[in-house]
């Protein structure tokens, strides 16, 4: 007889224990917990940072307060995120000898039921490692790993609906050109059940579908359970430390200079001292190619209305060092273009150092 | 012999002591301090480290309990103390540069050291040389650890 998975369904509930009740079940757990899932959606937006992120670095705090929109931090790592009720959250807390050794099976485990969930309403999901959720392309979600106390924990959603002007907004960014290439990439390169379906489904009727599928494809019983005394007790401590300053404004130290729009599309921003003046550049990349990008600085550009097309002619271009050098060499022959003090090799150190970037988080 | 074990090309020194289940490794001191750090293995199950956090110095430790945490790509997740003590020393470097972890598990990457309070009684849950070596394959084999990649 295999061991059951214990089911909290917890509903709606504040957006914090939205977060600690997973910590409170790792952090409480013993050899005699069982695996547990939980579903939960909080009855709040809120924002919640990475592990290790700065939350002054990461989130326009003042947009938030303004909003009332909280922000908190989780033991599990990755960016910034916005979260509301529009996502049922599937948090796995499990003992580290039930869950595949290897993270990225762990991922791929733990997205089968949700993909399967998305089939049935007719949307055909695929796993894109490491750790997002496809559909045609585009994301549908993400998830997240961590060791917490003696659990192995895993955490994604299942995505009704996506708020991407707020997630675009609460963001720190460089500035508002970034900020709406975020938005744009957000926009062109998410996906929900309802712009699927052009409906939201009913959130029981997905945690019911979800719920059968994580029978089947894990082939355990799924018995519907509650916390107990001491999880309910490491629930109270818990939201009390994760209303702390001192936990909001820990300094973390892990520097996104990118954000992720999903597992092939990137934002990000650089600056470059070139001879002939500072460059800008805040580039959109998808799969290695100039999705979309804005060049600024103080350098000559002559004729200058031909910066535009320069932008014009490199998007949807390779990053490949080679290829872009003839891109730029391109355009530099063919449109007779100056820029005194800026070769074409300075063009292709602004452009590296933007795919060291990203490069240093995917 | 060979100074150092190799597990599906992960490497095991044997002139440390091992909690395997906790993938941390010891190296004793002269000055009666132990160096602890992560394993080979433990690098490359959390794939390149992209922040590494530690614990401050002066702090105490019971064993079991994280002296840091570590956060790859996709997973957060502690490094627990397989000895007891105060936290003497910790590796700035890794603030800058966390794939020390990755590139050197059991050089430049050390985590802390400590001043263990109760390393006679300790040691003994800890394995070395051969011993240390077979645990880690047994372990590897039951778990179906992928082998090592190592970053220059």
Known sequence: ?362 | MSDVGIVRGCKIPRDLYYSVEDHTWVRTNADGTVTVGMTDVAQNLAGPVLHAKVKKVGLTRAKGKPIGTVESAKWVGPIKTPVSGEIVAVNEKLADDPQLLNRDPYGDGWVVKMKPTDWDAEVKALVTGEEAVQKYKEKVEREDIKACDHIE
């Open chain 1, 1 to 362: 007889m295999k061991q059951p998975i214990r089911l909290i369904d917890a509903g709606r509930i504040p957006y914090l224990e939205s977060q600690t009740i997973y910590h409170a079940v790792a952090y409480a757990m013993t050899p005699e917990t069982p695996d547990t899932a939980i579903l939960v959606r909080p009855d709040t937006p809120y924002v919640c940072v990475g592990f290790h992120q700065e939350t002054e670095r990461e989130v326009d705090l003042d947009y938030c307060r303004e909003h009332r929109i909280p922000v908190t931090r989780r033991e599990v790592g990755g960016g910034a995120v916005l979260l509301d009720d529009r996502q049922i959250f599937t948090q796995w807390v499990f003992h580290p000898e039930h869950v595949p050794m290897k993270v990225v099976d762990r991922f791929r485990w733990h997205a089968a039921p949700i993909m399967a969930t998305y089939g049935d309403f007719g949307v055909e999901a695929n796993f894109r490692p490491i750790n997002d959720i496809h559909v045609k392309g585009k994301k549908i979600g993400g998830m997240g790993a961590a060791a917490i106390g003696n659990a192995e924990v895993v955490v994604s959603s299942l995505m009704l609906d996506f708020d991407t002007r707020t997630m675009a907004r609460v963001l720190k960014v460089p500035n508002e050109k970034f900020r709406d290439k975020v938005f744009q990439g957000l926009e062109n390169y998410m996906t929900t059940l309802a712009r699927e379906l052009g409906q939201v489904p009913d959130p029981e009727e997905v945690k019911r579908r979800y719920i059968a599928h994580l029978e089947k494809l894990l082939q355990r019983p799924v018995e519907e359970g509650e916390l107990t005394v001491g999880e309910k007790a490491m629930l109270s401590a818990l939201n009390e430390r994760f209303s702390t300053r001192e936990w909001l404004f820990q300094k973390g130290g892990l520097v996104r200079d990118a954000v992720k729009i999903h597992a092939g599309v990137w934002v990000g921003e650089t600056a470059y001292k070139a001879p002939g003046g500072l460059i800008r550049i805040t580039l959109r990349i998808r799969e290695n190619t100039i999705d979309d990008l804005a060049i600024s600085g103080d350098f000559t550009f002559y004729p200058q209305h031909q910066l535009a097309a320069f932008e014009a002619h490199l998007r949807g271009k390779s990053l490949e060092p080679a290829a872009l050098r003839n891109t730029i060499e391109q355009f530099y022959t063919a449109a007779k273009v100056q820029t005194p003090g800026i070769e074409v090799e300075h063009w292709l150190t602004v452009f590296g150092q933007l795919l060291d970037a990203v490069a240093k988080h995917s």
